[in-house]
């Protein structure tokens, strides 16, 4: 995919996760949220089963599943249609897709430039402390342009 089309994609899905960002920190009940909007629609888990058509000791399995992470997005879609809600699932950065490119961005051209500046301090060419400065400035730039598939490389583990 052309840079291009990805800077495109990218400032599309930003856009749509700005508007998500909202939930960045909520919480799911402690009860899970199944479990929450069942009782708070004042639904037995035998009407539940009902509407979910399983039996009634599913449910609690279904609520427990839920709060360990052992449930598939399809069950928890029907589960939600059981209770006339929509599920959702979404990732959300920490920050934004910018920033993440950009650090990564920022760690490759440091690795890239240890490996130049040491050459070039063998040769008794080594940049001044700004022109470093400047140096990774242009490399973090041209990566976030290009984005080349070697920014997501593990680069010292990472």
Request: proline share 4%.
């Amino acid at each position: 995919m052309k840079p291009t089309h990805k800077h495109l994609i990218m400032s599309q899905l930003e856009t749509t996760l700005g508007r998500l960002s909202c939930l960045r920190g909520m919480q799911r009940p402690a009860k899970g949220w199944l479990r929450a909007v069942r009782e708070a629609l004042g639904m037995s888990g035998r009407q539940f089963a009902q509407r979910l058509g399983v039996s009634p000791p599913w449910v609690s399995t279904l609520e427990r599943k839920e709060l360990t992470g052992g449930v598939t997005i399809k069950t928890m879609r029907q589960a939600a249609e059981a209770m006339d809600c929509v599920f959702v699932y979404a990732l959300l950065p920490r920050t934004t897709l910018l920033a993440t490119l950009r650090k990564r961005a920022e760690m490759l051209a440091r690795k890239r430039m240890v490996n130049v500046s040491h050459t070039m301090l063998l040769e008794g060419q080594q940049l001044s402390e700004l022109e470093q400065t400047k140096a990774l400035a242009s490399e973090v730039e041209a990566l976030l342009r290009d984005m080349p598939k070697e920014l997501w490389d593990n680069h010292d583990g990472t």
